[in-house]
């Protein structure tokens, strides 16, 4: 078995050996043909390089090894490519075109004079062997041009007053720096936007013109920076809005009566031809107002709104002039269907057992006329396991049944003012209602009941705040009764405790996240996410002054039922840093830690704690397998190890962290853009104190480091611009569950049989995965 393993990977090597070194062939092309192989640019500065490199046509860059690879591997039969080609796979060959060769090195000449080198050239060289071409563009950049003198010519003094107020402070066009036409070209959109949330409707970008003399000596330049007036007109015209219009679209059968009505304070004329529409819902968020300049922001931030209201599927704002220096504004809107219902399922796989969930969401979008959303959610799963004895129905090993009601009003609803303007992004308030019902055979039921108040709103574009001031829980837990007597007989009372009771609830949750809208983004910036659950600190004051039951423990109690208390925080912290094209390394780090007291100081409860493993984190681990610490289930007598599985390896501390570098391999395959990762995943779950369920598992700050667990792998992105298909294969390189360099289990995959069937004897019925495969919508983070 060894030596096929070997042989398996020899030959595996040696096949993709094979074919990064002959995807890049010319043995398919005619013999007129050639094969761009390599492309260079000689003579650039650094900083410079990978810009002008995007002037150079991509009809004459270098293929992608694996792009080409699958084309050719689809469009080839008998050593020549078909005559009906499969487009939308891979990448057909770049072939060598000497006036695509000859355009390139123009556009790349013109590049370099944006910069500055007005003096540049770029000669283009070309050699070919076997069928395969280098191109290098020989570039020769000369002294860059300085700016010298900046003359400012204004037609209007009153768009040179705006001028010096709102663009010269953040101008980048300064005497004495390098020429640059980006900066020349940012300074006139900066002026455009100037004037256009200032009231100057008409203005255009062609009133700035800028006149560029290089005549002079020692590679200076002067620029001439002119703002014309308009043709017809001495001055630029200021515009105001004098009444604005709202309309309900509807593009069914019309109602005999349409709703109308006039808003006297706010000069809004207002009909729905729906009539499910309130007026006083939407002005909240219709920045374009009587009385106000013309503003080009706030007719933009009126878009983000009302599209983000979820309630239009179509907005348009328009105007029309009704004197020289007043406008109309008009709002139309088409509503989304009223009410819709989605189904969906999948199928799961998890340690040799299989099942699967089914969900449906019925969803009204406008249930009290102001675009608020009442979701109605409903959700099945069921796990199978093979092992269990009898017919299917004894095969169940758990059961999940879940229903959610939630109504989301798209503003703030407080008992005291507060500011909804929605600037930077909608507020809303969220009221929420859960019930989850879950049975795990012969070893254990939940019955969880939740309700929560939730305020979210941004403080600015990148800073988002998510506000839960009640959050009220009910939970009964009950372990089966022969389990838990099974349990107490083998020292887990704790555990038994901690789990088969009931508990009541009310805290307050917060979160803060920093640029989250940059998580799709391919550019260099930080992302933060932290939050923090407090539960029971009220009741703790209450029960001060008012004297609550206790139960046999001597835990207070609030309607009967011990209340819960404690604190629990998570950070999320990501660096992400684009690498140039489609290329990204992003690293995380995602540490947590929950502290039960007061009334209930033992075990965190099972919704509350942190686990280790699953598709977003360490990807090497199924979900609830990994840890605490270096505890390792041979410790738990094999009678209890499968009715125990995914309730023993829990933790009130986790660190976690990630590495991962995302990169293209196919531009098209099948519709999509192929995307590949590679990743390194570290961490683990501890627990606080010592605890007899979990030997090995606590927090020591003289072991922690190595109990730290390691896994590594390969990543397929299919992304379709709507969303992500997401498969993960993690490799476990380092567990802690066993000791010394034992813990460094890559070493065994090569003899992968006898280390299972060793694991396996002492660990039945768990069986040990080298590597885990995660299917998932979306990046991992």
């Not at 209890?640 to 991962?660: C, P, S, V």
């Not at 070493?747 to 006898?754: I, L, R, T």
């Amino acid at each position: 078995m060894i030596n096929n393993l070997r042989f398996l990977a020899f030959t595996s090597i040696a096949l993709l050996l094979l074919i990064f070194t002959s995807c890049r062939s010319a043995r398919f092309l005619d013999e007129d043909q050639t094969l761009v192989a390599h492309v260079d640019l000689q003579g650039i500065k650094p900083e410079l390089k990978e810009a002008a490199s995007l002037y150079i046509s991509n009809d004459i860059k270098p293929n992608s090894r694996v792009n080409l690879f699958v084309y050719n591997l689809f469009n080839t039969k008998n050593g020549q490519y078909k005559k009906r080609n499969i487009r939308n796979v891979g990448e057909p060959p770049h072939l060598l075109d000497s006036s695509l060769v000859d355009l390139s090195a123009n556009q790349v000449k013109r590049f370099l004079f944006t910069k500055g080198y007005f003096d540049a050239q770029v000669q283009p060289e070309i050699t070919v062997k076997n069928q395969r071409a280098t191109v290098t563009f020989n570039t020769v950049q000369g002294e860059p041009y300085a700016r010298s003198n900046i003359k400012y010519s204004f037609a209007d003094t009153t768009v040179a007053r705006l001028y010096e107020q709102k663009v010269k402070p953040l101008s980048a066009v300064k005497p004495g720096a390098q020429y640059d036409a980006a900066d020349l070209i940012k300074e006139r959109e900066n002026l455009y936007l100037a004037m256009r949330n200032n009231g100057y409707f008409d203005y255009i970008r062609q009133y700035m013109r800028v006149g560029v003399d290089s005549s002079s000596k020692n590679h200076q330049l002067n620029l001439d920076i002119q703002v014309e007036n308009p043709n017809d007109s001495t001055r630029h015209q200021l515009y105001k809005i004098d009444q604005v219009f709202v309309t309900i679209k509807n593009f069914g059968t019309l109602k005999k009566e349409i709703q109308k009505s006039y808003d006297s304070i706010a000069h809004i004329h207002f009909t729905d031809e729906t009539n499910n529409f309130r007026l006083k819902p939407l002005t909240r968020y219709l920045y374009i107002k009587s009385g106000n300049p013309y503003n080009l922001a706030k007719e933009n931030i009126s878009y983000d709104r009302l599209y983000e209201m979820n309630g239009f599927r179509s907005v348009k704002i328009h105007y029309q002039k009704t004197d020289s220096n007043t406008l109309d504004a008009y709002y139309e809107m088409v509503p989304r269907p009223l009410m819709g219902n989605q189904i969906e399922g999948e199928f799961t796989f998890s340690s040799g057992m299989s099942g699967f969930n089914i969900g449906n969401t019925f969803s009204h979008r406008n249930i009290f006329g102001g675009a608020e959303l009442l979701e109605v959610k409903l959700r099945y799963g069921i796990l199978f396991d093979p092992r269990l004895s009898g017919g299917l129905s004894n095969k169940i090993f758990n059961n999940d049944f879940q229903i959610g009601v939630n109504l989301i009003v798209p503003r703030l609803m407080a008992p005291f003012n507060v500011n909804n303007s929605g600037q930077y992004g909608l507020p809303k308030t969220t009221f929420s209602s859960s019930l989850q019902i879950f049975n795990q055979d012969a070893t254990y039921s939940n019955r969880y009941f939740i309700n929560t108040l939730n305020y979210s709103w941004h403080e600015s574009e990148n800073k988002f705040h998510s506000f839960t001031p009640i959050v009220l829980e009910y939970r009964q837990g009950r372990l089966n009764e022969n389990f838990a007597q099974s349990l107490i007989e083998q020292g887990y009372l704790l555990y038994v405790r901690s789990n088969n009771r009931e508990y009541f609830g009310f805290g307050s949750q917060y979160a803060f996240t920093y640029n989250a809208k940059k998580l799709t983004k391919k550019e260099n910036f930080n992302y933060f996410k932290g939050s923090v659950d407090l539960s029971g600190n009220i009741l703790a004051l209450l029960s001060q002054a008012i004297k609550f039951d206790k139960n046999d423990d001597g835990e207070k109690k609030v309607f009967g039922v011990p209340y819960l208390q404690y604190a629990k925080t998570e950070l999320d912290y990501r660096l992400y840093r684009n690498l140039g094209g489609n290329r990204q390394f992003v690293f995380r780090i995602n540490p947590g830690i929950a502290i039960p007291y007061g009334n209930n100081s033992s075990l965190m409860i099972f919704e509350k704690s942190f686990y280790g493993g699953g598709m977003n984190g360490m990807r090497a681990w199924q979900a609830r397998t990994l840890g605490p610490g270096s505890y390792n289930r041979e410790s738990v007598q094999e009678d209890l190890r499968l009715n125990l599985r995914n309730l023993d390896q829990l933790g009130e501390i986790k660190i976690e962290g990630n590495a991962e570098y995302r990169f293209r391999i196919l531009n098209s395959f099948l519709g999509a853009k192929m995307n590949g990762a590679t990743f390194v995943d570290f961490g683990n779950v501890w627990r606080l104190k010592e605890n007899e369920l979990n030997p090995g598992g606590e927090f020591k700050f003289d072991k922690f480091l190595n109990q730290i667990a390691i896994g590594t792998g390969f990543g397929l992105r299919f992304d379709s611009d709507y969303f992500i298909i997401r498969l993960d294969a993690g490799l476990k390189v380092k567990d802690p569950q066993f000791t010394g360099s034992d813990q460094w289990v890559l070493q065994h995959f090569f003899n992968a049989k006898e280390f299972k069937d060793q694991y396996y004897q002492t660990h039945k019925p768990d069986r040990y995965n080298f590597i885990q495969y995660n299917f998932g919508i979306g990046l991992p983070f």
